[in-house]
């Protein structure tokens, strides 16, 4: 009888280590973003190659800036294009400036490694490095190679965003975690959330 207790206490210690091992067990992020962009009326090229599955492996932050009193969308793909749009009314309405994420970006794209490619969307912020809570805000904004692979500044940890975040290169660490996100085509309707 003791034996089978030993036994059965080394069995659930190997699971609960395995269990700790994959984060807290979530396949998507577990803060709150809600960005809906309509590309039908923004008309942007640099948005839609992200949102085009039949070019995977193009990935595209989208972050927000306020320029002359105005609201703008600036939208930077991991092949060295940078545009920007103007708010239109449905997005001062959605007030989509306060859900880019954790810290005004988010990343968006195909993955290049599945059939059919899948659709991805990230913050735009380490998910080792950056806290919402510190004061002051530590800034952790990634940068997105061509390959599809974010690198951040700070910690220098790599996510392959072809595949869901695993980290790449670094330290070991939180993946960084997807949020769920859906895109109806290139001159469609952008949905993070």
């Known amino acids: 009888m003791k034996r089978l207790s030993i ?62 009193g105005a ?24 007030q989509n400036e306060k859900r880019l994420g954790q810290y005004n970006g988010v990343i968006v794209g195909y993955g290049n490694l599945d059939n059919p490619a899948k659709f991805y969307a990230y913050d735009g912020q380490c998910p080792n490095c950056f806290n919402p809570n510190s004061i002051p805000l530590k800034d952790a904004p990634l940068t997105v190679s061509s390959n599809g692979v974010a690198k951040c500044p700070l910690c220098h940890r790599e996510y392959n965003l072809n595949t869901g975040g695993n980290i790449c290169g670094g330290d070991m660490g939180n993946t960084h975690k997807p949020y769920r996100a859906a895109s109806s085509g290139p001159n469609g309707t952008l949905r993070v959330y």
């Open 71 to 94: 609201k703008y969308f600036v939208f930077e793909n991991n092949h060295n294009t940078k545009t920007q749009s103007i708010f239109n009314a449905i997005d001062e309405k959605l």
């Open 7 to 68: 036994i059965l206490t080394i069995c659930i210690t190997a699971i609960n280590m395995l269990i700790s091992c994959n984060d807290d067990g979530f396949e998507y992020s577990d803060y709150h973003c809600n960005l809906t962009i309509d590309n039908s009326t923004h008309l942007d090229a640099t948005l839609a190659s992200a949102m085009n599955a039949m070019t995977p492996g193009i990935f595209c932050k989208i972050s927000f800036k306020m320029e002359n």
